[in-house]
């Protein structure tokens, strides 16, 4: 148990769609040797295919549409009510294409990973592999970070960069990006899992040092 009373090895995941970060989780919980144990996935799409990903792990699913609910509030409220009944110590963002509320984040400040598929700070937000592209950027990527507030704008602490090929389109490079995302996520959440990586007055610490610039895996060099 950590010093606030949870446990870092409980690990929550928030999808809305595919569910291919979520497999990776998976896949590294079975694999042995990871400190995590994905205790309950949730989805706001009731059809998402990464529910079905969770069921055949044997992992319990809670699926909270917003049409159900009065207002972003309550949803919430919801969402964090059933993430404390399911005593997750470690909430992954992976591809939830909901915006959590302030109260909501701050409900599980410093325990709310996000992957985004950009090299933060630059293009929050959607549509990340076409901007990229759109700029001219000669290296695109994966972050993890911790969630705060500000979207997509919590504190770094991993990242995955390529170049960009010469041929790429969107769909090339969300292909080789997303593939990098599969190597960080389970990284960054193993190490919180473990107590290895926590988050102090905003600034991640990875055994006890402080990442004042996120950590960088290095993929294909040559374009």
């Not at 509030?73 to 470690?90: I, Q, V, W």
Request: charged share 20%.
């Amino acid at each position: 148990m950590s010093g606030g009373g949870y446990d870092p090895r409980r690990v929550a995941v928030l999808i809305s769609g595919f569910g291919s970060n979520l497999q990776a989780l998976l896949d590294a919980a079975k694999g042995g040797g990871w400190p995590g144990q994905v205790c309950l996935v949730v989805s706001d799409q009731g059809q998402a295919y990464g529910l079905e990903r969770a069921r055949r792990a044997g992992v319990a699913t809670v699926t909270l549409a917003a049409a159900d609910f009065p207002d972003r509030s309550a949803y919430d409220t919801a969402l964090g009510d059933a993430l404390e009944a399911h005593n997750a110590g470690l909430i992954v963002l992976a591809g939830f294409m909901r915006i959590l509320g302030e109260a909501c984040v701050n409900r599980f400040a410093g325990r709310m990973l996000n992957v985004h598929p950009s090299l933060l700070p630059r293009f929050r937000g959607l549509r990340t592999h076409a901007r990229a592209l759109e700029a001219g950027d000669s290296h695109h990527g994966a972050t993890v970070h911790f969630v705060t507030a500000k979207l997509d704008g919590g504190p770094r602490v991993i990242q995955y960069r390529i170049p960009v090929r010469a041929d790429d389109t969107p769909e090339s490079l969300s292909a080789r990006v997303q593939a990098g995302e599969h190597i960080i996520l389970p990284r960054a959440a193993g190490w919180f899992a473990a107590g290895r990586l926590t988050m102090n007055r905003d600034i991640p610490q990875l055994d006890g040092q402080p990442l004042t610039e996120p950590l960088v895996v290095q993929g294909e060099e040559q374009p």
